[in-house]
């Protein structure tokens, strides 16, 4: 049950990554 | 990655000291989140497409995270103010993309962060253009440089990602009874 929750917690929390992703748009060098 | 991840930790070290708990974020719907997944991906997609579909994925990319920070604020009352400055921050980048084709990136603001200067259109999830003196909203633009990490970032990035801090500790604040999953723990 805390695996669960602790994959459901990192999961909410990367998608405010791939939020990031999205709607950011900082410049570095890639 | 780096200015999210710092956001991420500054959010949940906020909520913790405001006696939130992590676990609030177990209880809300992976469902809400997907429509985000989906906004990522057609950033990925922009690697492998030809440079004149670029621009409208961008734009799709930005109108997919619009539509979750809409539905969200919907359904996540406790942490509306979180949502309404990611919107803001949200709202500043489309304007500016919109009005240029991409996100402008000045060249000084680059020299000062101590990066080398570069074809901007061909790197960074391809979403940037490079900034003259002309561009409109040109306060907008990615013109603060962050010389530590050698980013550039625009004020629209800063407000996001003050938005992602509140979401976040507001989240873990919020009353876990209310939420889906807890309710329904609860019961059994």
């Not at chain 2, 579909?53 to 920070?69: I, K, P």
């Not at chain 2, 040109?138 to 407000?159: E, K, M």
């Amino acid at each position: 049950m805390l695996k669960v929750q602790a994959v459901r917690i990192a999961l909410a929390l990367a998608s405010l990554g791939a939020l990031w992703a999205a709607a950011g748009a900082p410049w570095k060098c890639t | 990655m780096l200015f999210v991840v710092l956001a991420l930790a500054a959010g949940v070290g906020l909520g913790y000291a405001q006696r939130g708990r992590l676990r609030s974020f177990a209880s809300l719907p992976l469902s809400l989140f997907l429509v985000l997944w989906l906004a990522f991906a057609l950033q990925l997609v922009l690697v492998y497409a030809p440079v004149g579909a670029r621009f409208a994925l961008v734009l799709g990319s930005y109108l997919l995270a619009g539509a979750w920070l809409w539905w969200s604020a919907s359904r996540l009352r406790e942490a509306l103010l979180g949502i309404s400055l990611m919107a803001f921050g949200w709202f500043l980048n489309l304007l500016v993309i919109s009005a240029n084709g991409g996100m402008p990136v000045s060249r000084a603001a680059v020299i000062r962060a101590g990066l080398p200067w570069t074809d901007v259109r061909e790197g960074s999830l391809f979403k940037h253009v490079a900034a003259g003196p002309d561009t409109p909203l040109r306060f907008l633009c990615d013109v603060i440089a962050v010389p530590p990490v050698h980013r550039v970032v625009s004020l629209g990035d800063i407000v996001l990602l003050l938005g992602i801090v509140l979401f976040v500790s507001q989240v873990m604040r919020s009353d876990a009874t209310r939420l889906p999953m807890q309710a329904a723990a609860s019961q059994r």
